[in-house]
């Protein structure tokens, strides 16, 4: 268990510390949490904690893959966390701030069938030896999906007392990049995937 792993296992941890944070009825044992008016917005501070959490395990995502690439700490089972640790943190996030009316549903649906998808692809071009690297429009998701999200935990403050939907823009241009990464993902692999003798057995 190296630095970079434990990096990665910390950030499992704290998406599992946020999904109780925003799910957990607290008031069966007593417990509210306080809302704060900014701009006349008012705030659950549950968000506010859930966000800079999220902030949190977004640096280690960053950082547990400089150090391993930086020190040769990259590891079969450091990749498998990583890959592990970034869907408990985004998908479900998605799916609570959708459930809980803070964005619109498509967003985590699409989100989610990319990741299906290109997951799919970069498991079949592994069996075949393969390892297919990032591409930029998948950066783009990553980076948009990132800022989107903790703007909405923050209640898209300050741009919300303006009435500029910020969070929702940079939500909705990530989820535009995620079905295009996932399209390029398929055009650029499809010989990958049906090989010729894939095509053999498909006449």
């Not at 089972?77 to 970034?86: H, N, P, R």
């Not at 799916?95 to 009316?101: D, K, M, S, T």
């Amino acid at each position: 268990m190296n630095l970079p792993n434990k990096l990665t296992v910390s950030r499992i941890i704290l998406s599992v510390v946020i999904i109780i944070i925003l799910l957990f009825p607290f008031y069966l044992v007593g417990f509210h949490f306080p809302e704060v008016v900014i701009g006349g917005i008012t705030c659950d501070i549950r968000y506010f904690i859930a966000g800079g959490l999220y902030i949190i395990a977004s640096l280690t995502d960053f950082f547990d893959g400089k150090i391993a690439r930086k020190y040769n700490m990259i590891t079969d089972t450091g990749k498998m966390l990583d890959a592990i640790a970034d869907k408990v943190l985004v998908n479900s996030v998605l799916i609570i701030l959708a459930a809980n009316g803070f964005i619109n549903a498509i967003i985590p649906v699409v989100i989610v069938l990319r990741d299906i998808v290109v997951n799919a692809i970069k498991m079949e071009a592994a069996s075949k030896g393969v390892v297919i690297a990032a591409i930029k429009t998948g950066k783009y998701k990553t980076a948009s999906l990132m800022v989107g999200t903790v703007l909405m935990f923050f209640y898209n403050l300050p741009f919300e007392m303006w009435n500029l939907k910020v969070a929702d823009f940079f939500l909705y241009f990530a989820t535009l990049m995620s079905l295009i990464s996932m399209f390029q993902y398929y055009y650029l692999n499809k010989d990958l995937i049906f090989s010729k003798e894939e095509k053999k057995r498909q006449k």
